[in-house]
């Protein structure tokens, strides 16, 4: 693995891993309601995104790896570009749905439990 592919993915899972704990204990309700933590999470999620994109250029073997990336840069993409047309319910099974199984694939690309 190149090394800064190692930086991308501590950058994408520590982001990932801020959503989760801002979500844990939270409705869609509360996310719909609440301007300061849905931003927080979009911020957040536009992070995991554009680290994956990044480890796209400079590991792309290390980046064949997730299958999530392309949804992930994706999501990115609409939450910078098209932030209008946000489907919010979108981000939220993200973020409470999706993210888990996308830390433990970084966890095991990165070697650590």
């Known amino acids: 693995m190149a090394p800064d592919a190692a930086a ?23 996310y719909l309601a609440d301007p300061m933590l849905s931003a927080a999470v979009e911020r957040k999620l536009e992070i995991v995104g554009e680290a994956l994109n990044q480890l796209r250029k400079v590991d792309a073997a290390t980046a064949a790896q997730i299958p999530e990336l392309n949804a992930a840069v994706g999501l990115r993409n609409i939450l910078i570009h098209a932030y209008g047309s946000v489907d919010h ?18 966890e095991r690309l990165l070697g650590t439990p």
Do not use: K, N, Y
């Open 89 to 106: 319910r979108l981000v939220w099974d993200v973020a409470t749905a999706h993210l888990p199984e996308l830390m433990a694939r970084i």
């Open 8 to 30: 991308l993915l501590w950058d994408a899972h520590a982001a990932a891993q801020a959503v989760c704990g801002f979500v844990r204990g939270r409705s869609f309700s509360d």
